[in-house]
């Protein structure tokens, strides 16, 4: 797979994406003569050839045949008007959607086997806190860090069904809803319905609002380890059950799952996740490389979105290719 194909891809989904919403009035101009998917368009090219849109606009002017090559309109937005257009809210909007278009793609060809199980985790975004100033001091496994948490949850294949961003001094607790929402439209726009499973996660998650918003968004049961094991034999041991039972029943109920041998085998799929994160931080895509101008969530949301569609992107790509789906070292020339 090459960067020629990718972009293809690109362009029918934004093409699909663009007919199905076309009513939709979050995607309304708000009197602007050019579409909100044109300027997403241009932002994904920047982001997948690695340059700011200034660069962009400069080539435009110096490559003769370039607007023909790219599939982009005679008349094109200026450069101010696209820099305003990437400040409103339309223009996230439009990023998820296409982040669900993609995914929803992916997963119709894979079947409904593939979001049995869904993984859940975070991954820290490292920053220098001399220059970056819109970052936070944040902890995970490895220890304290300046900078990011992104937030995926992803299918046993590793397609992602949703990513969202936060400063590092947020916790699982402030995320988990946001990202078993997102998978939960993910997977109703492939399949109609929830044939989800089970949703893994680590320690991290180990909350009754996880497990409870499991069940509500995906109807699935959760398989995380607790953060602490009870002693059975201490004085407030059924005091602290009796609590359980009322405050936290569906923790409770999940919790059960951890003793049986089976849900500890499906929990090895948690991986999965890891090597999903590990490989967005490889080259080509690089998630956790913050441009200089780019610092700040609002700022870096959209070029954290921009990356995690075009690898779903590569997905698709490899999937209708009968390649390996996970193959994409070749993503950019």
Known sequence: MGPTELWIMVSKTLKSVSRKRYSDPRFDGQGCDYSIWLVIRIFLLCVLEGYSGNVFFEKLQSERGLRQRLGLPFKLISRSQYYKRLKTAAFLQGLLEILRTSAARALEALGE????????????????????????????????????????????????????????????????????????????????????????????FDGESTYKGSHSHLHARVLCPPRRQRNPKAKTAKKVLSQARS??????????????????????????????????????LRIDEIPRARRGVKRLRPICLAKVILYNLALNVNIAAGQEIRHIRALVA
């Open 247 to 284: 405050l936290k029943p569906h923790r409770l109920r999940d919790q059960a799952l951890w003793e049986e041998e089976a849900s500890r085998g499906i929990y090895r799929l948690r991986n999965r996740v890891e090597q999903v994160n590990g490989q967005l931080k490889d080259i080509p």
């Open 113 to 204: 086997e593939e979001v049995r199980v869904v993984a859940m985790d975070l991954t820290r975004i490292e920053s220098d806190p001399r220059k970056d100033l819109w970052g936070a001091w944040g902890f995970d496994s490895r220890g304290h860090f300046w900078g990011y948490k992104l937030g995926l949850i992803v299918s046993t294949g590793g397609v992602v069904l949703g990513m969202t961003l936060m400063r590092a001094n947020w916790v699982e607790f402030n995320v988990n809803r946001r990202l078993l929402k997102l998978a939960r439209g993910t997977v109703l726009t492939a399949f109609g319905r929830l044939p989800v499973d089970y949703l893994v996660c680590d320690a991290g």
